[in-house]
């Protein structure tokens, strides 16, 4: 595939991720404005901690879905890694900032999932530490944030001993420094003692 075809691509994976899912099945099915509720977020913990319910596990899906479907397309149109690299950091860029609904959206932790095995199945030994720590402190934030970052020291290791090509590290660093950057307020309020754990009904006045 030429570079128009990489480009278009890419832009594709952009779409797919600015797709707000989560504000539209909250909307459709039960008449909720997502963004008005809770931490005003798009995905997934938004919707479990502040509605619940089954939705929030179909925004789960969707979200890791519209990360995951553009890498693998791809890697299976064996594009070259630095395609396949801004391909992978795309749908959370339009995750984050999705142009339908004023530039706004969620943190991108289940699409920067779906992106991650994309790349490599290696990265679902990071599920373990992630549900241990949020196990272990209920901040699902936490958890979100520092499996990001140890995604990015898998991703460093497997590609000085193994074959995963250095373009791809640096996306998942890119994508780790968007999903941290949107988790900001989330550490601001882990640093006052004030942060939401899991279980806990958010006070949906916020």
Known sequence: MDAVGGLLLI???YL??????G???WRTLKGIDIRQVGSGGT????SLRAL???IAISVLVLDFLKGLIPVLVARALDMPNWVVALVAIAPVVGHCWSPFINFRGGKGMATGGGIAIGLSPW???LVVPMVLIVWRTRFVSLGSMISTLLAVVLAL???????FPGWWTIALAVVAVIIVFQHRANIARLRAG?????????NLSR
């Open 11 to 13: 832009v594709a994976a």
């Open 16 to 21: 797919a991720g600015a797709g707000p899912r």
């Open 23 to 25: 504000v539209v099945l």
């Open 43 to 46: 995905g997934a913990t938004n």
């Open 52 to 54: 619940g319910g089954k």
């Open 123 to 125: 990265f679902l030994l």
């Open 157 to 163: 290791g497997m590609s000085l001993f193994g074959d």
């Open 194 to 202: 004030t942060e939401n754990r899991f279980g806990q009904k958010l």
